[in-house]
């Protein structure tokens, strides 16, 4: 795995990138993307485990999101992430309209009618790419909170890694510490 396609093109939403789709999201008229853009950005799941995503996932008392961490199919897992007020108000939202039974998924798209929302959403601030995607998102909240000084053992988890070496190619970014070393090498004028 890498943080770069064939081409070197970046797979992640840098910062800046990450506050303009999160601007966006917050001024999105239809409640129902704006909530699943949101678990996207605040948790780093996958497209396909925020589908999964039912009403009793939402733990409004712990404040969390539990998601069945899909890709370690030998064994049902779960995980936990904590989520912020924002998002536990967009759930709210949906759940007080009644837009979902506890035995149905929140959101009953297709991958394939989510993958072309989140495009359009991106597409709507202006950013294309391999970057432009989930999966961008994805690898951006976990770059986010590494360069936060979260540990890349909680990154794992959030992640929903089974190994750590998986999650370590997160540490393979170019972020403010290393442009700072960078910079001490260079010739001081």
Sequence with gaps: ???????????????????RFYRSVRRADC??????????????????????????????????????TLK????????????????????????????SENDQTIWSWSRTTAWRKVGARMESVKLDGVKATAKGLRHGFAIANISEGVPIT???????????RTTSIYLDFIGADERKLARRAWPKN
Excluded at 1 to 19: C, I, Q
Excluded at 154 to 164: D, E, P, Y
């Design 154 to 164: 909680t990154v794992q988890k959030w992640m929903g890694h089974s190994q750590l």
């Design 72 to 99: 370690q199919r030998r064994s049902i897992r779960y995980r936990a992430i904590q989520i912020p007020e924002e998002l536990l108000e967009s759930f709210s939202v949906l759940f007080t309209g009644g837009c």
């Design 31 to 68: 409640p129902m993307e704006r909530a699943f853009f949101l678990t996207l950005f605040f948790t780093g799941c996958r497209l396909s485990e925020a589908l999964n995503l039912r009403a009793e996932d939402v733990d409004f008392s712990e404040k969390v999101l539990i998601f069945r």
């Design 1 to 19: 795995m890498s943080l770069f396609d064939r081409d070197g093109k970046r797979k992640y939403l840098n910062p800046t990138e990450r506050l």
